[in-house]
């Protein structure tokens, strides 16, 4: 689990506990996929992301949580859980 980029990117451990993944999700700003350390402009982040949750029971509801764990630095993230959009 030490090279989950969760981990790595001081999610799991500073703002989640560490859990078990049990669907897929995929995020994108048009097009472009989201993932760990990956850095878009602002400009390409205006409008909200599209997100799709894998799983085959549709009953299911799940909460999304989206954070910026280096905002506005890595040195002081103390904007990390600011909503972007």
Known sequence: ???????LGRI???VLE????????RVAYNCSNVFNSCEFKPS??????RVDIGGD???IL??????NPDAPSPSDP?????LLW
């Open 78 to 82: 103390n904007m990390r859980e600011y």
């Open 44 to 49: 390409q982040i205006v409008n909200k992301p």
């Open 18 to 25: 560490p859990f078990t993944s049990c669907v897929t999700l």
């Open 12 to 14: 799991i451990g500073d």
């Open 57 to 59: 029971d549709l009953r």
């Open 62 to 67: 799940y909460t999304l949580i989206m954070v």
């Open 1 to 7: 689990m030490a090279d989950d980029p969760l981990v």
